[in-house]
């Protein structure tokens, strides 16, 4: 079995990083998905790929895979610096500002 752990990034409608902090480890597919002639929707017989394990640490999610026989890739996240505005949210607001108004 193939899997990989990795940890989530935010998603694309959120700014939060909620659900970012844990560490996955997902099964690839190990056969390709088929269109069901009838009703038109994608199926497989693969049951592994839909398992998700959710872990507090890189590590666990290391240990976990090498206890039960799993081949896993490691995939390191990608961390963003913050944009950190000097003002914050209220300098838009403030009276004293200097400069154009882009609003």
Do not use: C
Not at 75 to 97: H, L, M, S, V
């Amino acid at each position: 079995m193939r899997a990989r752990i990795y940890q989530p990034a935010r998603t694309a409608m959120s700014s939060g990083s909620a659900k970012t902090h844990v560490w996955l480890l997902e099964f690839t597919q190990s056969e390709a998905r088929e269109v069901d002639p009838l009703m038109g929707w994608t199926s497989s017989n693969d049951t592994q790929s839909q398992v998700r394990l959710q872990f507090d640490t890189r590590e666990e999610a290391v240990e976990y895979a090498s206890e039960n026989g799993i081949d896993a890739q490691i995939q390191d996240p990608q961390k963003r610096k913050p944009n950190i505005r000097a003002g914050g949210y209220g300098e838009n607001f403030a009276t004293g500002r200097r400069g154009a108004w882009t609003h």
